[in-house]
């Protein structure tokens, strides 16, 4: 249920370029082909899928894309004048999360509303795959030490800057590297938050799927996951929330007059997709 979600999520948030516009406005069969990697839906379940995902659809491109755009604007606006404060770049990551938040709670109550008509094999096979990639990601953080881990997310994070904001100076390569330096690990606690949520839901599902209360429980769980989530990786994920803030506030500060002619580009480019999406 929560890979709809993702998936669905994903499509909407990383808006770029044609290719990304041609995957938003198929969605509908783009998540079938994903989730056939976790669940094989039978012919009468897809049709009942079907008018919800068509209603999450219109409800996302009429109302969400237009708060995507207004966050974007703003952020541009902020660019344009200048440096951007940790405390803006900490309301914009709220408002990515409150953004994942209305998607979830659009379309938890359809999504759980169909859960009764899952057998127990579909069930058993769609956590089984889940805690297969959770051994998957393990086995990935196994192979690596904690410097080759740090080394990697460098590496991310400055690939992700370029794309933004073109060459990257020594000082700027310096400054990333230092923050993820300063990061917390919390990989592991974020796996056991995963399995402890995904074990939970699985007992939910299977044993009282029938019963009248069951939606309720279901939408209640998917909607309060941080109570699945141990001290230490809130505290944690905390840390490098603000860390991350800072590192973003001394990189828009260390802008090229042409860097920032990029960024100002970059983020007129997904404007003017999501445009075209609410248009379509």
């Given at each position: 249920m929560k890979k709809y979600l993702l998936v669905l999520c994903l499509m909407c948030l990383t808006i770029s370029g044609c290719t990304s516009k041609f995957a938003y406005n198929n969605i509908d069969w783009l998540m079938y082909w994903y989730i056939d990697n976790y669940i094989d839906l039978d012919k009468q379940q897809k049709s009942a899928l079907d008018p919800k995902v068509q209603q999450w659809l219109v409800w996302h491109r009429s109302e969400q894309l237009q708060q995507y755009r207004a966050q974007l604007h703003t952020l541009k606006q902020q660019i344009s004048a200048g440096v951007v404060t940790p405390g803006q770049w900490l309301t914009h990551m709220d408002g990515a999360k409150q953004h994942?938040?209305?998607?979830?709670?659009?379309?938890?109550?359809?999504?759980?509303?169909?859960?009764?008509?899952?057998?127990?094999?579909?069930?058993?096979?769609?956590?089984?795959?889940?805690?297969?990639?959770?051994r998957d990601r393990i086995e990935e953080l196994e192979e690596k030490t904690a410097q080759q881990r740090r080394v990697m997310q460098v590496d991310d994070i400055q690939q992700q800057a370029r794309e933004f904001m073109g060459k990257l100076t020594s000082q700027q390569n310096e400054l990333i590297e230092n923050y993820v330096q300063r990061f917390e690990s919390n990989v592991e606690l974020w796996i056991d938050y995963r399995r402890d949520i995904q074990g939970d839901a699985r007992i939910l599902i299977l044993q009282h799927r029938h019963e009248v209360d069951f939606q309720t429980k279901l939408i209640d769980l998917m909607a309060h996951p941080e109570n699945y989530q141990a001290a230490a990786f809130r505290q944690k994920s905390a840390l490098n929330r603000q860390l991350y803030s800072e590192l973003l506030a001394v990189l828009s500060q260390s802008l090229s007059q042409k860097q920032r002619a990029k960024v100002i580009k970059e983020l007129q480019d997904i404007i003017d997709d999501i445009t075209d999406l609410i248009e379509y």
């Amino acid at each position: 249920m929560k890979k709809y979600l993702l998936v669905l999520c994903l499509m909407c948030l990383t808006i770029s370029g044609c290719t990304s516009k041609f995957a938003y406005n198929n969605i509908d069969w783009l998540m079938y082909w994903y989730i056939d990697n976790y669940i094989d839906l039978d012919k009468q379940q897809k049709s009942a899928l079907d008018p919800k995902v068509q209603q999450w659809l219109v409800w996302h491109r009429s109302e969400q894309l237009q708060q995507y755009r207004a966050q974007l604007h703003t952020l541009k606006q902020q660019i344009s004048a200048g440096v951007v404060t940790p405390g803006q770049w900490l309301t914009h990551m709220d408002g990515a999360k409150q953004h994942w938040a209305s998607l979830r709670d659009e379309v938890s109550p359809g999504l759980v509303s169909l859960v009764p008509q899952l057998s127990d094999e579909q069930i058993n096979t769609l956590f089984d795959t889940l805690e297969e990639k959770n051994r998957d990601r393990i086995e990935e953080l196994e192979e690596k030490t904690a410097q080759q881990r740090r080394v990697m997310q460098v590496d991310d994070i400055q690939q992700q800057a370029r794309e933004f904001m073109g060459k990257l100076t020594s000082q700027q390569n310096e400054l990333i590297e230092n923050y993820v330096q300063r990061f917390e690990s919390n990989v592991e606690l974020w796996i056991d938050y995963r399995r402890d949520i995904q074990g939970d839901a699985r007992i939910l599902i299977l044993q009282h799927r029938h019963e009248v209360d069951f939606q309720t429980k279901l939408i209640d769980l998917m909607a309060h996951p941080e109570n699945y989530q141990a001290a230490a990786f809130r505290q944690k994920s905390a840390l490098n929330r603000q860390l991350y803030s800072e590192l973003l506030a001394v990189l828009s500060q260390s802008l090229s007059q042409k860097q920032r002619a990029k960024v100002i580009k970059e983020l007129q480019d997904i404007i003017d997709d999501i445009t075209d999406l609410i248009e379509y």
